[in-house]
């Protein structure tokens, strides 16, 4: 069982606007700031937010981040086909000492 | 142009150690730490433990404590990632990324099969 929560799946049409949650703790995304990784099957991830609400260069801006308290979510706005993949929230927890990752939500473009 | 390619897959047998190599190219390799990450088969990411530039630190998650080393060749531009007494359960595609918290660029990443 992960540390940190998110919704194993989430859907939407094309266009929709689509929110991922992803729930901690005081000891980890109370505390510090959350990165966002998109993963298509049997590829690497990819870094799409980093520092809760950045995002990298070439990631469209249809993504964004955001956090408040011990949770954090991440947006994808005018969902389009190719957005079908994997996401994770990561993040350092203080208490473990140690980079902890969401269990991941399969987006589904219907 | 950022590049981190990894050594190619393995099969070991319950009990023996695997080495992953690491090698870094299109930036200067002693400016960032390294993080390696793994994915068993149909799971999620699980963050193993982490690098710093130039060595001078390493943090590994307590779940590998004892059991993992990571380490790097600055002058290869090389990081690796060496986990001892494999069991089934180690079997997973293992990641490196640029910094600490997985990072900007990753490897493609090494199938490590544990099987006797």
């Known amino acids: 069982q992960s540390v940190l929560t998110q919704p194993p799946s989430s859907s939407g049409t094309p266009g929709q606007r689509v929110t991922i949650s992803c729930s901690g703790s005081?000891?980890?995304?109370?505390?510090?700031?959350v990165n966002w990784f998109q993963q298509f099957p049997g590829t690497a991830p990819k870094l799409i937010i980093y520092?809760?609400?950045e995002r990298p260069s070439g990631v469209p801006d249809r993504f964004s981040g955001s956090k408040s308290g011990t949770s954090a979510s991440l947006a994808i706005s005018g969902l389009q086909s190719e957005d079908e993949a994997d996401y994770y929230c990561?993040?350092?927890?203080?208490?473990?000492?140690?980079?902890?990752f969401g269990g991941g939500t399969k987006v589904t473009v219907l | 142009q950022v590049h981190l390619v990894q050594s190619g897959g393995e099969v070991k047998m319950p009990g023996a150690s695997v080495r992953v190599s690491c090698k870094a190219s299109?930036?200067?390799?002693?400016?960032?730490?390294i993080s390696w990450v793994r994915q068993a088969p149909g799971q999620g990411l699980e963050w193993m433990g982490w690098?710093?530039?130039?060595?001078?630190?390493?943090n590994y998650a307590p779940k590998f404590q004892g059991r993992v080393s990571m380490y790097s060749d600055t002058s290869a531009s090389t990081a690796y990632m060496e986990l001892r007494s494999l069991r089934s359960d180690d079997t997973a595609v293992y990641y490196c990324?640029?910094?600490?918290?997985?990072?900007?660029?990753w490897g493609q990443g090494t199938l490590v099969t544990v099987s006797s």
């Open positions: 520092n809760n609400n």
């Open positions: 990561a993040v350092w927890d203080d208490s473990l000492s140690a980079v902890v």
């Open positions: 990324a640029r910094g600490r918290i997985g990072g900007d660029y």
């Open positions: 005081n000891s980890n995304i109370g505390t510090n700031t």
């Open positions: 299109g930036y200067t390799f002693s400016n960032y730490g």
């Open positions: 690098i710093s530039s130039n060595n001078v630190y390493t």
